[in-house]
């Protein structure tokens, strides 16, 4: 049976960074840390030794799961059950361009922990990044990594976390020495110096702070112990007024309200690779980062009646949880990860998927370790657990108590915005092309692919030309599947604007058996994002009811391939309200040939026209560039809707058409001198202006 972990000694986290700054590295020294007080602290008896060493070899596999979960005393408490805490550390994309990876995965960490290399500081990625754990509002800390490595520079890089990222960043432990030189960390709260020995950084042993270095670390303790006591209106009368210092334990109590207010962002540094300042960081996590119980508690809906829904991290709550990563594992199958918010849960019994309306019997329950794989026999608020075999769950479904149903406030993920031409390179790739295309866009709903039957060319789409590059990249590592890719294509629509009527008749007396198929449709635009409505009021059997499905099926095939330049049709109700038939001839071939003739012949003269994704952009840069950047976003035909400020940099939120994107990340490098950042997400279809429209048909035919 399980150890329970009560809900306040629970931390929900991630690492995050720009790539190559530490992330792996800094995961896996944790997860050695941490295994190994686990192991030491409680005797697991079911564990053989020869048991941990076959699942050892799983380890490269669980370490990069969606989500692992450890254990960890603070390194300055007693070693009792009583202060052990579990971390569950949530994966978060290496590339922090996929929006939607970025937005679940914080969506689902209560904290953050943001790793630099100590030699490049702040750099364009971690500032996307921390721009968008700002806008959700995560409590984070920062690491420094890299402290061994040549060139690098402490004060610089904690002076560009200042700068560039936030004026609240306070050291909590500076370094001692640097490049081969860096010894360990001097501790600003109990003011004394940390060594790690043993083979692997294991032992700590405290020590005095070196007399070379006792000016400054005085000097930082002063400008911490100040921003400690502007917290709280005692410590600072007490230290203003009679030089009283506060505690080493109301020092950790006032940083960690602070920090989980984002008032004030704990630095620590070290080195991953040389097994140094890990341990601290791991007590850092402990004392600073929230618990479950310290966020407001998530907001749902009643999928029926729309009304709000509270769910409290608590155990007695109905259950809820949400999935934000579904992953094919190798040795499990398909695994849907979850985060309880609410409520115990027990394997065995049934859950509600909300978002989807249908029930599932959860047979297995699991929590990934470092080394191991745990069944679980329940589950509560709180914790990061996966499930196998699920039917029909996506990132973002809730799942809930049947009797309670819920559906979570949704991950909203854009639609595919841009598409390119794969083609497989060889026999072998082109038998698994379609197997290994489906399993990504089950991991990913921001990713879809489909075969055009006419021309049987493969198209997939995403959410921007890095993604779909990242995707083509991961066909070729993951699945070893290599495709050739065509040029990057806006995902164009095509709607119309004028209500009209039409005919279709598909009839052919060549002797035998003829075909008859006779229908009268009126089609009409509908409001944007609407799709297609097909509505019947054919009345006395005019049509027989057998062969509308196949008027339908005519039309939505015909809606696949637009009349302007080949795009889909959307917003559009079409309404079969007239038509005839033969006794003899009629077939639901000659029906659907009618329904699209018909449709296709109508859609001509009801003013048709094209649709462009219209993106949400979200450009952040330094102050002295605004004037070139906002010149350059409205050449592009796009409209700037506010100009706030957030910590030092200009936020620039603009409207504007994909198709005038490309190429906008090295323009915009270019213009800040790498500094300027951006996010960009789909936001709605609109009509393209003529003359374009023009431009995008002439290409079409050429
Ligand atoms: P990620 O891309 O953020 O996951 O970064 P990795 O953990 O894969 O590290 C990227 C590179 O930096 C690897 O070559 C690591 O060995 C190296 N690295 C990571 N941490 C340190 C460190 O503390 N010191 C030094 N010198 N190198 C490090």
């Given at each position: 049976m399980e150890k329970i972990y009560p809900i306040e000694k629970i931390r929900d986290i991630g690492f995050i960074a720009h790539i190559d700054a530490g992330k792996t590295t800094t995961t896996e020294?944790?997860?050695?840390?941490?295994?190994i007080t686990h192991k030491i602290g409680i005797i697991d008896e079911g564990t053989t030794i020869m048991d941990w060493m076959a699942q050892e070899k799983e380890r490269g596999v669980t370490i990069t799961s969606a989500a692992t979960t450890c254990f960890w005393t603070p390194t300055h408490r007693e070693k009792d059950s009583q202060n052990e805490y579990r971390i569950n550390i949530i994966d978060t994309p290496g590339h922090i361009d996929f929006t939607a990876e970025v937005q679940r995965s914080l969506r689902v960490l209560d904290g953050?922990?943001?790793?630099?290399?100590?030699?490049?500081?702040?750099?364009?990625?971690?500032?996307?990044?921390?721009?968008?754990?700002?806008?959700?509002?995560?409590?984070?800390?920062?690491?420094?990594?890299?402290m061994d490595r040549l060139g690098v520079d402490y004060e610089k890089a904690f002076k560009s976390i200042l700068e560039r990222l936030t004026p609240n960043a306070l050291a909590?432990?500076?370094?001692?020495?640097?490049?081969?030189?860096?010894?360990?960390?001097?501790?600003?709260?109990?003011?004394?110096?940390i060594y790690f020995e043993g083979e692997q950084g294991e032992i700590i042993s405290v020590k005095e702070i070196p007399a070379d270095l006792m000016d400054k670390a005085k000097e930082y303790r002063k400008v911490f112990i100040e921003k400690i006591a502007e917290q709280d209106v005692e410590v600072l009368t007490d230290y203003l007024e009679k030089e009283i210092e506060p505690s080493e334990d109301k020092i950790r109590e006032i940083l960690r309200k602070a920090t989980i207010a984002g008032i004030i962002i704990p630095v620590f540094c070290g080195s991953s690779f040389k097994n140094k300042g890990i341990q601290p960081l791991l007590d850092g996590i402990i004392e600073y980062m929230p618990s479950p119980l310290d966020l407001p508690p998530v907001q749902g809906i009643h999928p029926k009646t729309g009304e709000a829904i509270v769910c409290p991290p608590d155990d007695k709550a109905p259950f809820a949880a949400l999935v934000f990563k579904v992953a094919n594992d190798p040795y499990v199958g398909t695994l849907n990860y979850f985060r309880v918010y609410s409520g115990v849960f027990k394997k065995g019994n049934y859950l509600l998927n909300a978002s989807k309306s249908s029930q599932e019997r959860i047979g297995r329950l699991l929590q990934m370790h470092s080394n191991k794989r745990e069944e679980l026999e329940e589950i509560r608020a709180g914790d990061i657990a996966a499930t196998v075999g699920l039917k029909n769950t996506n990132t973002g479904d809730t799942l809930c108590d049947p009797n309670h149903p819920v559906i979570l406030e949704k991950i909203e993920f854009p639609e595919p915005v841009i598409s390119i031409k794969v083609e497989p390179q060889t026999k072998a790739d082109q038998e698994k092309m379609s197997l290994v295309l489906k399993k990504l866009s089950e991991e990913d709903p921001t990713f879809t692919a489909k075969s055009d039957q006419e021309t049987s060319e493969t198209i997939i789409s995403g959410m921007g030309e890095?993604?779909?590059?990242?995707?083509?990249?991961?066909?070729?590592?993951?699945?070893?599947?290599?495709?050739?890719t065509g040029r990057p294509q806006v995902a164009y629509k095509e709607t119309i604007r004028k209500t009209v009527e039409s005919e279709g008749k598909y009839?052919?007396?060549?002797?035998?058996?003829?075909?008859?198929?006779h229908v009268l449709l009126r089609l009409e635009p509908l409001e944007r994002g609407k799709g297609f409505e097909f509505v019947d009021i054919i009345k006395g059997g005019v049509i027989p009811k057998e062969y509308i499905p196949a008027v339908e099926k005519g039309i939505k095939e015909a809606l696949e391939k637009g009349i302007l330049a080949g795009y889909p049709i959307s917003d559009i109700r079409v309404t079969l309200y007239d038509g005839s038939f033969h006794e003899v001839d009629s077939s639901d071939f000659a029906f659907k040939i009618a329904g699209s003739m018909a449709f296709q012949d109508g859609a001509k003269r009801a003013s048709p026209v094209l649709l462009e994704p219209i993106m949400k952009l979200e450009v952040v840069i330094p102050e002295q560039n605004l004037g070139d950047v906002t010149?350059?976003?409205?050449?592009?035909?796009?409209?700037?809707?506010s100009i706030g400020e957030r910590t030092m940099m200009k936020i620039i939120l603009a409207k504007v058409p994909l198709a005038e994107m490309f190429g906008f990340a090295t323009k915009l490098r270019s213009l800040t001198e790498g500094r300027g950042v951006f996010t960009m997400e789909f936001d709605h279809y609109q009509e393209v202006p003529d003359?374009?429209?023009?431009?995008?048909?002439g290409k079409e035919v050429a």
């Open positions: 020294r944790v997860l050695f840390y941490t295994g953050a922990v943001v790793i630099f290399d100590g030699v490049a500081g702040v750099e364009s990625q971690s500032e996307t990044v921390w721009r968008q754990a700002d806008k959700y509002k995560v409590p984070r800390m920062c690491f420094i990594n890299k909590v432990n500076i370094p001692i020495g640097a490049e081969s030189k860096f010894e360990g960390v001097i501790d600003l709260i109990t003011m004394k110096a890095f993604h779909l590059e990242i995707l083509v990249d991961r066909m070729k590592r993951e699945f070893n599947l290599n495709v050739k009839i052919r007396q060549s002797g035998g058996r003829g075909q008859y198929g010149g350059d976003i409205s050449s592009k035909r796009g409209m700037i809707e003359n374009i429209t023009q431009e995008i048909i």
